[in-house]
């Protein structure tokens, strides 16, 4: 015990400062101990409680340490107690008075009732001091073998304790292998379900030096064992079944009788009331049958109802644990939670922390058939008294509205929120309308009449502002007063505070002028004369090259900052089904209710007993040489994926061509189309500005002599890479799980690298003489993947990681790079690329 | 499920116990906690949620009469476990002190302690059962008289929304003897249901659930077996799930069809298939016999009928009736209505019906809430409340879209709206003499209670 010092709090009238009562404690203490009057122990009570009652506050009481053990001795056990609880907090950091107490304890330990014997054996072991463990390991053999259940419980708990404070003392005494025996023959369960918790935590740690510890952290998980504790589940409490089930989560099952022998001896745990044990046992449910398809999809069927039962019947906090679990099981499998959607209106007196949940699942499963009674319940919350709430519920009705491919009744209701004047509600339907846009074009003749009777004085929070300024520049020949609105707006630059209003009033502006040159100029004018002025390199940035395109060629320009705009089809997903699908298997941790996978939010050694293995996971990869144990682990990941979040990906990715792996997909209609907003683009980089600029400036009323030729961009460093770098499959798997992706790239092939493409081994051995190693390959015409890594050659730690895919009927490749050091991976990505444009060539 | 630390904070974030299993945390964990959940910011959320993370460790939180229970750990543990446990321990407390709020808790610290101690060990969980560890808790508890309590049962605030209320008033502690220093053989069992309704603003039924638990808290001596019976019509599953199929009986209303359910461990289902009758031995103190769900259509227990009409350029005139659709011989009380008005309401002038009694309206300047309180309200009763409001500035549009919805709070006592029953309780004990006290209480709470305009 550790209270928080007393120096880190404030001092209160209330509360003493501690120096002179604990002066007074300790003479009264010393007073007290050798007495033997009677009615000594209730003074001492009295005292012992003062003690602790300060320690509890934070005031150090440390310093009485001596005068508390000379009490100690008495047969009072209220008083024991105390005394006990108060040597543990101290011990660590007085170890020479730790000393003091040994021999008390020792005798204590000996005693007759078991309840002393019990608590001597805790406090003794809760010590925590490092050269006092030769006294802890007498007493644990004996309270081991006590006859007592209570001293046995506590003497496993205590063996964990003495491996933390000194492993080789655990482990030299043998005690793990005593623990393996208790567990496995004890007649007490809370005894059995301590060893199994000492002996997991132990054996894991030693797994990293010991082979041995590792075999048996895997006989944990043999067969018989498994059974041995399932079959009598029911004889334990419920938190030591949660730890039964998280073990049974990690067996292999022999074959689907084994699988359904669990499920049945586990299926009343589905009926109890602790939301612990249900979800512990949904895991082991979902886990269980995930190469079942259709009795994965019956999982899901029988846990729902359970599962709302406990979202409605317990305090607030325990319906948000059980509800983020519900929220992915609903991401996951939409069309299942479709018809319950009712389940997920919020009520007005949940905390707004269930709110935003059930906001996210009823975005999620909205579909053709219930769509209107969500979105009309959602339009009630909008003009809800929570506006943080009725936000969330705007970006709702938004997000359905672009997953639905009927939106005009939804296109409608966003048209209202705007009727509704509220500043807020306001400003979150204009972004969505934008978005809308985006993806809906056709739609802009309803949206831009209502939009253009908006006035943007009512508008102040950026995002809607900037939404406001798009819609004005990209519909400008549609909105009669767009120019003079945009006037405004820019003759007040000065005052305009967020650079993101601005970087979009620039855009706007050009784009106006390319549809209604005359009415725009001057204020295009105004606006690049005060962008080139801005403070803000963004703004800055984007004014001056906005200046050269035009002064370059306005032709160009319009171009390049406006040109024939696609709609966007998908917006990307923030969260890639990679990450979702760590955190599925993550299930019943706190990944669900963080939503990120645990490497994000922990460290190593604390991952629990969630950590895997290092067994193939998510990615899908055929070891070199040994192609044919894939397909077993690519069927399972295969009926995985019809359960999993995005199912319209799977249409449109490469994976649809029944080759043996699931290849990610991508879309990157979003992307190109942000970048041809930006209008950073290749091509018109104004390198010979001066020619075609007749009296550019003077269109503009710009004074502004021709602007310095931009520095050529240092050429990147050119990267080395190792010949002869090695790095093992496992080794690369961890490294793709936990770094981000750096760079994603499209490249194509040159025809002869698709003729040659037909023996895959070929890119392999062609890669490998520019130092870039395959470690593993897959796939079928017209679809191959390979998996490559290399090493800079001066620093055998930086690795890139790169998968590519290649298409061969379209002669496209596109690449996804991860790097242990991400600035270099785009100096990378050139040598892969100039490498694989060698493909094929003579 | 290693916990690290587990400690109570007051209201203002005094440590009122704290107890360090595994000293992995870094001191401060107390003030980094109380900090982060008092200035709660992220993400637009007023309230902090119960779990977060600062610093590598995560913060586990239940809020129980206003206290924090708060427990630490730096694994990737399971949070429903962490969560249910804290519940568990502030429900083990209160079984042990008769009544849990600061007060008891300070006089109580270190019988807390004991409990503690004896709850987890080194991180994890031995046991919360409130019979086991009674032969561990030697401290007596220093018991709060019930007297001093304030007539709205603390029980009900310890519940905080879930579904225990104020008719398990049982302030007793498991270690107390009555005066006379004989334990009175008595058994509570209370039906307590809570239910969610939503009006359309023409008054038509959206959604309705109940929410039930049969609460169970025993003082019989020797650990009898008890059988409890509910209706023999009772059918569970509903909407697939496929447990058991409809009953055509059912469809006819005169069956109670509850979506799903679940029961405490020591609840034996042996005889529930045939004949609907739960076995256990109960073990000491509170705890919940059955959960169960239901969304079968009920009668609603309040009707309410709101209008708001515009009265002229700044005024409007708001009239909210509700009538009691239950028996006259049942009386509802602690009746509570809300509405929010208009942003722009400046000032609202109330006007009861002239035979009023125990009526009390409040308009909150700064919520623009209105609300109307009502002592009691005898079934197939009425009651009528006009409000004048007056507006600061003109409205335009819709004002039914700026006000709105009305939401009410109640308690029923002696009423239940599923129809589900203890037929009887049976307590097996051999003996004729033997005949303790048998309480079967009902209850039904408004949960959300929601009519839109």
Known sequence: ?842 | MMISQLFVLSQRGDNIVFRDYRAEVPKGSTETFFRKVKFWKEDGNAEAPPIFNVDGVNYFHVKVVGLYFVATTRVNVSPSLVLELLQRIARVIKDYLGVLNEDSFRKNFLLVYELLDEVIDFGYVQTTSTEVLKSYVFNEPILIAPARLQPIDPAAIFTQGAKRMPGTAVTKSVLANDPGGRRREEIFVDIIEKISVTFSSNGYILTSEIDGTIQMKSYLSGNPEIRLALNEDLNIGRGGGGVSVYDYRSSSGSGVILDDCNFHESVRLDSFDSDRTLSLVPPDGEFPVMNYRMTQEFRPPFHVNTLIEEAGRLKAEVIIKIRAEFPSDIIANTIAVQMPLPNYTCRASFELEHDAVGQKTDFKESSKMLEWSLKKIVGGAEHTLRAKLTFSQEFHGNITKEAGPVSMTFTIPMYNVSKLQVKYLQIAKKSSSYNPYRWVRYVTQANSYVARI
């Open chain 1, 1 to 842: 015990m550790a209270p928080p010092a007393a120096s880190q709090r404030y001092p209160s009238p209330s509360q003493p400062s501690g120096k002179s009562e604990v002066t007074d404690l300790k003479s009264q203490l010393r007073q007290l101990a050798g007495s033997r009057a009677p009615g000594v122990d209730d003074s001492k009570r009295d005292l012992f409680k003062k003690v602790i009652s300060y320690m509890t506050i934070g005031i150090d009481v440390s310093s009485v340490f001596g005068e508390m053990v000379m009490c100690s001795a008495t047969s009072d056990i209220v008083l024991k107690k105390m005394c006990y609880l108060y040597v543990g907090n101290y011990a660590k950091g007085n170890p020479d008075l730790s000393l003091l107490t040994i021999n008390f304890l020792q005798r204590d330990c000996k005693d007759q009732d078991p309840m002393i014997r019990g608590l001597a054996l805790r406090s003794l072991c809760s010590l925590r001091v490092p050269n006092l463990v030769e006294y802890l390991v007498g007493p644990l053999g004996s309270g081991l073998k006590d006859n007592n259940s209570y001293v046995r419980t506590i003497a496993v708990t205590g063996v964990l304790k003495l491996y933390h404070i000194s492993a080789s003392t655990c482990i030299d005494a043998d005690f793990p292998a005593t623990l393996k025996s208790l567990m496995l023959h004890d007649s007490d369960a809370q005894v059995v379900a301590n060893c199994l918790s000492a002996l997991q935590e132990i054996w894991s740690l030693e797994a990293s030096h010991s082979e041995e510890a590792c075999r048996e952290k895997e006989s944990l998980l043999s067969k018989p064992v498994i059974y041995y504790f399932l079959n009598r589940i029911k004889e334990f409490n419920e938190w030591a079944q949660c730890l039964i089930l998280e073990l049974a989560v990690k067996y292999v099952p022999s074959d689907s009788n084994d699988i359904f022998d669990i499920m049945n001896l586990l299926e009343d745990r589905l009926q109890h009331a602790n939301g612990a044990v249900v979800l512990a046992t949904v895991k082991v449910f979902l886990q269980l049958t995930l190469s079942m398809t259709d009795v994965h999809q019956q999982v899901y069927e029988r846990i729902k109802s359970p599962l709302l039962t406990l979202v409605s019947s317990g305090s607030p906090e325990q319906s948000y644990a059980i509800l983020s679990h519900l929220h992915l099981l609903v991401v996951r499998a939409p069309f299942i939670f479709a018809s319950d959607y009712k389940h997920f209106y919020c009520q007005y007196n949940e905390p707004s922390y269930v709110k935003k949940l059930k906001l996210e699942m009823l975005t999620a499963i909205a579909n053709e058939s219930n769509t209107y009674e969500i979105v009309t319940e959602l339009c009630e919350y909008a003009a809800n008294v929570d506006i943080a709430i009725a936000r969330e519920s705007i970006r709702a009705v938004g997000k359905i509205a672009l997953q639905q491919y009927d939106v005009n009744a939804i296109v409608d209701r966003l048209l209202q929120f705007l009727a509704m004047e509220k500043d807020y509600v306001t400003a979150e339907t204009l972004v969505l309308v934008k978005d809308l846009l985006r993806k809906y074009p056709q739609w802009s003749h309803d949206c831009i009449s209502v939009v253009g009777g908006i006035s943007s004085k009512n508008i102040q929070e950026p995002k809607a502002k900037s939404a406001l300024i798009w819609m004005l520049g990209e519909y400008a020949q549609d909105m009669s007063d767009a120019p003079y609105v945009l006037e405004n707006l820019i003759e007040n630059w000065e005052e305009e505070h967020s650079a993101e209003v601005r970087l979009h009033l620039l855009t706007a502006a050009m784009k106006c002028f390319f549809k209604r040159p005359p009415e725009t100029q001057r204020a295009l004018g105004i606006a690049l004369a005060a962008g080139m002025a801005d403070f803000h390199q963004d703004v800055h940035d984007r004014a001056l090259f906005y200046y050269r395109v035009l002064q370059y060629d306005v032709h160009v320009a319009e171009r390049v900052v406006s040109p024939p705009k696609q709609a966007v089809s998908v917006f990307a997903d923030t969260q890639s089904s990679e990450i979702k699908d760590r955190i599925f298997d993550e299930f019943n941790s706190l990944s669900v209710i963080y939503q990120k996978p645990s490497y994000m939010f922990t460290d190593k050694e604390h991952r629990g007993p969630f950590e895997f293995s290092d067994e193939i996971g998510n990615i899908p990869i055929t070891p070199e040489a040994s192609s044919d144990i894939v397909p077993q682990q690519f069927e399972a990941n295969d009926k995985d994926l019809l359960l999993s979040t995005d199912e319209k990906d799977d249409n449109r990715g490469l994976s649809t061509t029944g080759s043996a792996y699931t290849a990610p997909s991508y879309d990157n209609s979003n992307i190109s189309s942000q970048m041809q907003e930006l209008a950073i683009s290749g091509p018109a980089t104004p390198a010979t500005t001066q020619q075609s600029s007749f009296d550019f400036d003077d269109i503009f009323g710009l004074g502004l002599s021709t602007a310095p030729a931009p520095a050529l961009t240092p050429s990147p460093p050119l990267l080395k890479l190792n010949p002869r770098a090695a790095l093992d499959p496992g080794a690369f798997q961890q490294k793709w799980r936990q770094l981000p992706i750096s760079l994603t790239q499209d490249c194509s092939v040159n025809p002869q690298g698709i003729a040659a493409l037909t023996v895959p081994q070929s890119l392999i051995k062609h890669m490998q003489s520019h130092s870039i190693h395959c470690i593993a390959s897959g796939g079928q015409s017209p679809n191959f993947k390979f998996f490559f890594f290399a090493q800079k050659e001066s620093e055998p730690s930086s690795n890139y990681l790169t998968e590519c895919v290649i298409n061969s009927s379209s002669a496209k490749a596109q690449i996804k790079v991860k790097a242990d050091e991400q600035s270099t991976s785009q100096a990378f990505a050139t040598v892969f690329e100039t490498a694989l444009s060698e493909f094929g060539m003579p």
